[in-house]
């Protein structure tokens, strides 16, 4: 695609910015159904910062944490997509808890694609076997990038359109390091901006270290992941330009 070929700023910490707003009994991703209105304002706050992507909140939407996993997918992608308007949707797969199997992403992937997302993106991967579990489901449905919380050995045999770091203990450069040496692939960096909606690092200090380290590694796709709230994204954006 060539759209990851020019730089993208994506979205922060969907979960974390959500439950900034609101307590919840169990996973955020119920919010779309019980709180569509909730979830709409998030995603417009982050298009509002400049984000040029944003994300479903569909991170926990696997059958066997959700059982009405692929109504609770649709309505993240609806969501998102009436909130983008012309900015694009990335479809948000997580990796569960433990190695997925293929039946916890099929529901999800069916309702992300017919939720009008224009990608999806495989988030946190820990195992590789996470990713090719998703990709197998995926099957070419949506394009779709990957981003891992520590730089994988190798990359899956399946064509990707970017793969990435994501989330960790906040912006450093060493996984994306290892990953730049395995891969011409457009590279992704979204950090952690602190460990929850608690205690997290200062939106100006996240967004100048995560500025400096995604422009010296050349980095297509920007953003943030836990903690990382639109104000984070929009100093992002200053440090970046």
Known sequence: MAVFEKQLIFDGGIGTTLLGKVQVDGFVDLLNLENPELVSAMHSEFIN???DVITTNSFCCLESLISNSGEV??????????AAH???????????????THKDYEKTVIGLVD???????IESV???QQAIIA?????????????FVEAPSRLPDYELQFVGINCGAGPSEN???????????????????????????????????????????????????????????????VEIN
């Open 86 to 100: 012309d900015k694009l949707v990335a479809g948000s797969l997580g990796p569960g808890y433990n190695i997925p």
């Open 49 to 51: 910062a400049g984000s």
């Open 175 to 237: 996984e994306l390091k290892k990953l730049s040496k395995i891969t011409a692939l457009p590279l992704a960096f979204f950090p952690a901006a602190g460990p929850g909606p608690v205690k997290m690092m200062p939106a100006a200090e996240w967004a100048k270290v995560t500025a400096d380290i995604a422009l010296r590694y050349k980095c297509q796709l920007v953003g943030g992941c836990c903690g990382a709230s639109p104000e984070h994204i929009e100093k992002l954006i």
């Open 135 to 147: 990709m197998e489901v995926i099957h070419g449905a949506l394009p779709v990038g990957v981003t």
């Open 73 to 82: 997918a649709l309505a993240a992608a609806q969501i998102a997509r009436e």
């Open 115 to 121: 939720g009008g997302c224009d990608f999806l993106i």
């Open 126 to 128: 820990t195992d590789l």
